[in-house]
């Protein structure tokens, strides 16, 4: 993915390379510390998915139990129903959610006003930068049962709408969240992919007398592939991770029948039910398939001729 | 001036584009407002209207005084603050440096490059997070808020490629004066990213900012609560602050402290980011793509 900075061979001894760069890993060691403590110990820390973990043993002198924390997640409905709405909910994430970003670049890309467009863009991206909490927050003080649209729609003389505690309608909610979220976030990648397309293909289409369709089907939409196809490769990779804190802030509204995802059951299961080994099996069995779809998606990708991406060696 | 092929488009087109985006930009702006506008609202505008007010009649600060005048909330918001500043200051160190020495050939530079990328694959999970937190004894210690949020390899992945395109010749001709790694990260490769830096310093305090969930995992004490569990606690779940959680004697009018407590959380946020904005787009496009 990174460009390779190979480093130069300059067949100089490791004591003369370090003579030479001691200052440049000085500078690692905080950033590398940093590494140790808080992603690869936690990473060697999923061991307890594999023991019958006892906070006050630790992980130390707890039993090793092999995969039966594994077993008993296969057996546990309440797991299947949280990976089963986690699918469901990824789905229409993605059928929902991703064509949106790329149709409102179309939309910005196409305005003459680079005023209207600046506008739209100041305030599309403002969301991006609100927490979670805030955007629910805003969802419920907007189409919460005492929030104002169904204020109007009492005063109005209708009745109110349950936008936000109707389990059927989670997965719509939650996608409206996301799209009101990030949308015009996701925007910026695909109006930078348009920015670089050769004008001149353009020009060349117009002369030719391909009209205004015919020149987004034929010019446009493909410039935009590759950037569209490393998108989904990374969704695809993070399928599983459909949004936890959205989940967990509105669980108690809509119950866990509709909002329990991997991550809430993880987090329920371990932190709060203190069934520890139980939730790092989740964990676990979600990060190693979450990385394995990456990787998939992203082999699949280059068999299609598309860079991904991790270039392959060579490639 | 307009190219040839971007001819004038058919009204119909216009009215179809102007409808989907000013509906978007309204979707997104009318809650905002509606929400400063009740946070201003006096209690007699709220009664009024019925809970919601579109523009306060006679605006008052009374919520926000309430709000800064101490007590659980006022902690909070000294809470995040503390947690914003010195986290972002922290991550942004860790990060600079640790992408500065990758950028460059160095001895011991693609081990650790690969350390930081492998980050990007897979999470470690939250119980094994907990523990580890746990086991450091940082369990209702704000360090639990800013440590682990430390380094993004997101983030990183924007410096580094920007310092790569640093030009070599300038820190060679540096080195051979006589300047160290350390003086011409300082004064020539910082100075030439300030734009990068500012915006990835953005996309840590957002993240400092809007620390949730880890505030919900690490804190059980109440009085170090940050502004967003505050937000979940009083305002999502509707549970009601005691006039001695306040501070104040009598309290306002609890919608326009609520709204209060969503300003409060958001306009930070919509402070600072126009001034960055137009760096966005750099930024996003070295981190996703290229990265």
């Known amino acids: 993915m990174l460009k390779s900075t190979k480093p130069v061979k300059t067949g100089l001894p490791l004591a003369a390379k370090w003579r030479r760069d001691w200052q440049m890993v000085l500078l690692m060691i905080p950033g590398v510390v940093f590494l140790l403590v808080f992603f690869y110990l936690p990473v060697l820390g999923n061991v307890v998915a594999f023991q019958d973990f006892q906070p006050y043993l630790g992980i130390m002198h707890s039993e090793w139990n092999g995969l039966q924390n594994f077993v008993n997640l296969y057996d546990n409905p309440d797991f299947w129903d949280a990976l089963r709405n986690t699918l469901l909910l990824a789905a229409v994430q993605l059928l929902l959610f991703f064509p949106v970003p790329i149709g409102l670049a179309l939309i910005v890309d196409s305005l003459v006003s680079n005023r209207l467009r600046r506008w739209f863009q100041t305030i599309a991206y403002l969301p991006h930068f609100l927490s979670w909490v805030l955007v629910v927050t805003l969802f419920q003080q907007s189409l919460g049962g005492a929030g104002f649209v169904n204020n109007l729609l009492r005063h109005a003389g209708l009745d109110p709408i349950p936008f936000m505690t109707n389990p059927d309608t989670f997965p719509l909610l939650v996608v409206a969240q996301l799209v009101w979220k990030d949308a015009g976030w996701a925007m910026i990648i695909f109006l930078a992919a348009l920015t670089t397309v050769d004008v001149s293909l353009y020009e060349a289409a117009a002369a030719d007398g391909a009209g205004r369709w015919r020149r987004l089907w034929h010019i446009t939409l493909p410039s935009l592939r590759t950037v569209i196809v490393l998108l989904l490769i990374l969704r695809i990779g993070d399928i599983l991770s459909v949004g936890f804190e959205q989940f967990i802030l509105q669980r108690d509204s809509v119950g866990p029948g509709a909002a329990e995802v991997l991550d809430t059951f993880t987090y329920y299961a371990g932190v709060v039910g203190g069934d520890w080994s139980s939730g790092a099996a989740a964990g676990l069995a979600k990060g190693v398939v979450g990385a394995l779809l990456l990787w998939g998606a992203n082999s699949l990708a280059h068999r299609l001729g598309e860079p991904g991406i991790f270039q392959r060696r060579g490639a | 001036?307009?190219?040839?092929?971007?001819?004038?488009?058919?009204?119909?087109?216009?009215?179809?584009?102007?409808?989907?985006?000013?509906?978007?930009?309204?979707?997104?702006?009318?809650?905002?407002?509606?929400?400063?506008?009740?946070?201003?609202?006096?209690?007699?505008?709220?009664?009024?209207?019925?809970?919601?007010?579109?523009?306060?009649?006679?605006?008052?600060?009374?919520?926000?005084?309430?709000?800064?005048?101490?007590?659980?909330?006022?902690?909070?918001?000294?809470?995040?603050?503390?947690?914003?500043?010195?986290?972002?200051?922290?991550?942004?160190?860790?990060?600079?440096?640790?992408?500065?020495?990758?950028?460059?050939?160095?001895?011991?530079?693609?081990?650790?490059?690969?350390?930081v990328l492998f980050t990007l694959l897979f999470a470690p999970g939250i119980i094994p997070m907990f523990l580890?937190?746990?086991?450091?004894?940082?369990?209702?210690?704000?360090?639990?808020?800013?440590?682990?949020?430390?380094?993004?390899?997101?983030?990183?992945?924007?410096?580094?490629?920007?310092?790569?395109?640093?030009?070599?010749?300038?820190?060679?001709?540096?080195?051979?004066?006589?300047?160290?790694?350390?003086?011409?990260?300082?004064?020539?490769?910082?100075?030439?990213?300030?734009?990068?830096?500012?915006?990835?310093?953005?996309?840590?305090?957002?993240?400092?900012?809007?620390?949730?969930?880890?505030?919900?995992?690490?804190?059980?004490?109440?009085?170090?609560?940050?502004?967003?569990?505050?937000?979940?606690?009083?305002?999502?779940?509707?549970?009601?602050?005691?006039?001695?959680?306040?501070?104040?004697?009598?309290?306002?009018?609890?919608?326009?402290?609520?709204?209060?407590?969503?300003?409060?959380?958001?306009?930070?946020?919509?402070m600072v980011y126009p001034f960055l904005q137009r760096h966005f787009t750099k930024g996003v496009i070295t981190g996703a793509v290229k990265g």
């Not at chain 2, 978007?24 to 505008?45: G, H, M, Q, Y």
Request: proline fraction near 7%; glycine fraction near 8%; charge should be positive.
């Open chain 2, 1 to 115: 001036m307009r190219p040839v092929w971007k001819e004038n488009p058919a009204p119909a087109y216009q009215a179809i584009k102007a409808l989907v985006l000013g509906g978007f930009a309204l979707v997104i702006v009318i809650p905002i407002l509606v929400v400063i506008s009740t946070s201003l609202a006096s209690d007699k505008d709220i009664i009024d209207a019925g809970g919601y007010v579109l523009w306060p009649s006679h605006p008052t600060f009374k919520a926000y005084q309430t709000l800064f005048s101490g007590g659980l909330m006022g902690r909070a918001i000294l809470v995040s603050v503390f947690v914003t500043l010195v986290g972002t200051a922290i991550a942004l160190a860790v990060t600079i440096a640790l992408a500065y020495a990758t950028s460059r050939p160095v001895l011991f530079g693609r081990p650790v490059l690969l350390m």
């Open chain 2, 132 to 270: 580890v937190v746990k086991q450091l004894g940082l369990l209702d210690s704000l360090w639990s808020l800013i440590l682990p949020g430390a380094l993004g390899a997101f983030n990183f992945v924007v410096l580094r490629t920007f310092f790569m395109n640093v030009p070599g010749e300038l820190l060679e001709s540096a080195r051979i004066d006589g300047a160290s790694d350390f003086m011409i990260l300082r004064k020539i490769v910082m100075p030439l990213s300030k734009a990068v830096i500012a915006v990835v310093g953005l996309f840590y305090a957002v993240g400092f900012w809007n620390a949730f969930f880890n505030a919900l995992l690490y804190l059980n004490d109440t009085s170090k609560w940050p502004v967003q569990v505050i937000l979940r606690t009083y305002v999502l779940q509707g549970k009601s602050l005691s006039a001695d959680q306040l501070g104040v004697h009598p309290p306002p009018q609890p919608q326009s402290l609520q709204m209060a407590v969503v300003v409060v959380a958001l306009v930070p946020i919509a």
